[in-house]
T-cell receptor, first 109, second 113 residues
């Protein structure tokens, strides 16, 4: 079966750095997406990785290793507004998007 | 601003009473999706349209139907809502390339009494 694993919940301090990991086992791979979802709201797109390596976008970076079936989202200079769930989703060989259950990130002052 | 709009944002219905949720988009995207998301769970794809071509997920209950009268609008009909259908319903759109990013509307939270 296809599977996406992310930690259920993480806590970090305002101003710090946090890394949210995602491991996947899917039938084929056509890219990995990270979305941010605030409570009660829709997911918003953060990043897309299809090649190995690190993609940086301001305070957020996303890393992919296809050989390891692994990605992480790195958030720097954490702000209170970063408290949200972070969803990892992988597009498989049939171009179906397989979603993880999300990691709830709690930021403390 | 180009966007995906969902109405209503909150919907309350009674057990067994049909309900329709709507989605519209100004992104001019050919592909539209309906997802169901329950608390702390991954979004679950119910169906999607590639233009007017309807694609139903194998495990989507018959209780759920969809209509797409034109490129801009898409509807989700729940014929006889049960308590287990209470969830957030998310509409998303994307371009036609298979790996195009999906853009989501704000969602409709459905409560079934």
């Amino acid at each position: 079966g296809q599977n996406i694993d992310q930690p259920t919940e993480m806590t970090a301090t305002e101003g710090a750095i946090v890394q949210i990991n995602c491991t996947y086992q899917t039938s084929g791979f056509n890219g990995l997406f990270w979305y941010q979802q605030h409570a009660g709201e829709a997911p918003t797109f953060l990043s897309y990785n299809v090649l190995d390596g690190l993609e940086e976008k301001g305070r957020f970076s996303s890393f992919l290793s296809r050989s390891k079936g692994y990605s992480y989202l790195l958030l720097k200079e954490l702000q209170m507004k970063d408290s949200a769930s972070y969803l990892c989703a992988v597009m498989d060989s049939n171009y179906q998007l397989i979603w993880g259950a999300g990691t709830k990130l709690i930021i403390k002052p | 601003d180009a966007m995906v709009i969902q109405n209503p944002r909150y919907q309350v219905t009674q057990f067994g009473k049909p309900v329709t949720l709507s989605c519209s988009q100004t992104l001019n995207h050919n592909v539209m999706y309906w997802y169901q998301q329950k608390s702390s769970q991954a979004p679950k794809l119910l169906f999607h349209y590639y233009d007017k071509d309807f694609n139903n997920e194998a495990d989507t209950p018959d209780n759920f139907q969809s209509r797409r009268p034109n490129t801009s609008f898409c509807f989700l009909d729940i014929r006889s809502p049960g308590l287990g259908d209470a969830a957030m319903y998310l509409c998303a759109t994307s371009g036609t390339a298979p790996t195009d990013t999906q853009y989501f509307g704000p969602g409709t939270r459905l409560t079934v009494l």
